[in-house]
Nanobody, 123 residues
Framework: QVQLVESGGGLVQAGGSLRLSCAAS????????MAWFRQAPGKEREFVAA???????YYADSVKGRFTISRDNAKNTAYLQLNSLKPEDTAVYYC?????????????????WGQGTQVTVSS
């Protein structure tokens, strides 16, 4: 089992950047597929990005070219670099982990979730 704690959220102006971190404890992240999802008020949770065991990355079309997911197994941490932020990126961002996910874009395939970190982008 793994526990996930996100950090790095905040208030930023449009065009700005943030770096979210997802620190894991309990088990090494090296055995987990890691992902980021987000949920805006009144909307369903949506896929943002995922990284496979061998470092392959996957992105939602809405963030491709602006966001970058990465992992540092030595630090037991996953990251999400958010660049060129837009007001529509405002949401609570959640980190998730799965041992066996095959469709990285489906929230139901992830077993472990963090508590979320708020990202607010002002126009």
């Amino acid at each position: 089992q793994v526990q996930l704690v996100e950090s790095g959220g905040g208030l930023v102006q449009a065009g700005g950047s943030l770096r979210l971190s997802c620190a894991a404890s309990g088990r090494t992240v090296s055995v987990y597929r890691m992902a980021w999802f987000r949920q805006a008020p009144g909307k369903e949770r949506e896929f943002v990005a995922a990284i496979s065991l061998n470092g392959g990355t996957y992105y939602a079309d809405s963030v491709k070219g602006r966001f970058t997911i990465s992992r540092d197994n030595a630090k037991n941490t996953a990251y999400l670099q958010l660049n060129s932020l837009k007001p529509e990126d405002t949401a609570v961002y959640y980190c998730a982990a799965s041992r066996y996910a095959t469709n990285y874009r489906l929230a139901g395939q992830y077993d472990y979730w963090g508590q979320g970190t708020q990202v607010t982008v002002s126009s």
